[in-house]
């Protein structure tokens, strides 16, 4: 799949950018997608919790995937 194969390409360097670029996947519309990118940005963790932030506030104008954006927020402060 393709997606599989950015996802290879993106993971091992995960810099801010790569994050975002994902972050921003969250709102395709293709389902399985979105649940692959929730999935991956789910292992990276809490330390990922500011851009996550970061990219709340800068996505105002999305009001679906701010709400994606706060159920990863609330998921990674669990994992603390």
């Not at 360097?13 to 929730?38: C, F, G, H, N, R």
């Not at 330390?47 to 996550?52: E, F, K, N, R, V």
């Not at 990219?55 to 105002?60: A, F, M, R």
């Amino acid at each position: 799949m393709r997606i599989v194969y950015i996802f290879e390409l993106i993971i091992p360097k995960m810099t801010e950018p790569a994050i975002k670029a994902m972050i921003q996947l969250m709102d395709d519309s293709d389902q399985e997608v979105v649940q692959m990118v929730e999935d991956k940005i789910r292992t990276l963790g809490p330390a990922i919790i500011p851009i996550l932030e970061s990219e709340w506030e800068n996505l105002s104008l999305n009001p679906i995937l701010q709400v994606k954006i706060e159920n990863l927020i609330h998921s990674q402060y669990f994992q603390k």
